[in-house]
């Protein structure tokens, strides 16, 4: 059973264009979703959160968004850079997010072309 | 601050042996989790340790099993290994107390311990 799911494996964009990730869940009771990124032969790095109780937050060219009634969120890059190539997680959790038991997603493969 | 070191960064096992993979928080950090990424599948949480308790655990079975010493280092370890077990095995560690969000679920993960089982 996949809580968590990221649908595409895969996403290319243009350096400087926006780059638009997605999420869904299926479990209404989490309340804390986090976004992570991962090189390869490295571990995952936090990028940024969202709490259930707001539907939007923003930090830097990261942007994340949280429509509870669809059970889906969106991370938005703006711009895309070259280094930004990379596996995307999303992440979910209950507790409000002190614990650190996460459901993450399958991940999505981002390429930024030059 | 030194981060999450994980000992060994690669191995190579065969069917039925056991493996025991090591971990170092960082410095203050009182809660270690370990998750499993194979192909395809996410990063999969296999349990959660705080204060030498183990506090969650995912959907494993009993042979992976873990555990934290007074100074928050923790172990896992697999037992008769299978094929199905190679994987990357990642450790994460946070405060534990003290943060609020948004940085409450923030996981600060090491490079993984590649394990191959033939």
């Known amino acids: 059973d996949q809580q968590v799911k990221q649908n595409s494996p895969s996403l290319s964009v243009q350096e400087g264009r926006i780059s638009i990730l997605n999420c869904d869940y299926t479990n209404s009771m989490f309340d804390y979703f986090l976004w992570y990124k991962k090189y390869p032969a490295e571990g995952p790095t936090f990028l940024i959160s969202i709490s259930s109780i707001k539907d939007k937050n923003e930090d830097g060219r990261f942007t994340v968004f949280l429509n509870k009634s669809a059970k889906h969120l969106s991370l938005h890059i703006v711009p895309s850079q070259p280094g930004g190539s990379a596996v995307y997680f999303c992440a979910a959790s209950l507790n409000s997010g002190n614990t650190g038991k996460l459901i993450f997603g399958q991940g999505t493969t981002l390429q930024v072309k030059p | 601050k030194a981060g999450v070191t994980q000992t060994p960064r690669y191995l190579i096992k065969t069917r039925g042996q056991q493996v025991t993979l090591s971990c170092s928080p960082i410095?203050?950090?009182?809660?270690v989790s370990w998750y499993q990424q194979t192909p395809g599948q996410g990063l999969q949480f296999l349990f959660e340790y705080f204060s030498e308790t183990q506090r969650n655990k995912g959907n494993f079975p009993g042979r992976f099993s873990g555990r934290q010493f007074s100074n928050s280092r923790s172990e896992m370890n697999v037992s008769t290994l299978e094929l199905g077990d190679s994987a990357l095995y990642l450790c994460?560690?946070?405060?534990?107390?003290?943060?609020?969000?948004?940085?409450?679920?923030?996981?600060?993960f090491g490079e993984g311990s590649r394990l191959t089982v033939l």
């Open positions: 994460a560690s946070r405060p534990g107390t003290g943060l609020s969000p948004p940085r409450a679920g923030e996981l600060f």
């Open positions: 410095s203050g950090h009182r809660s």
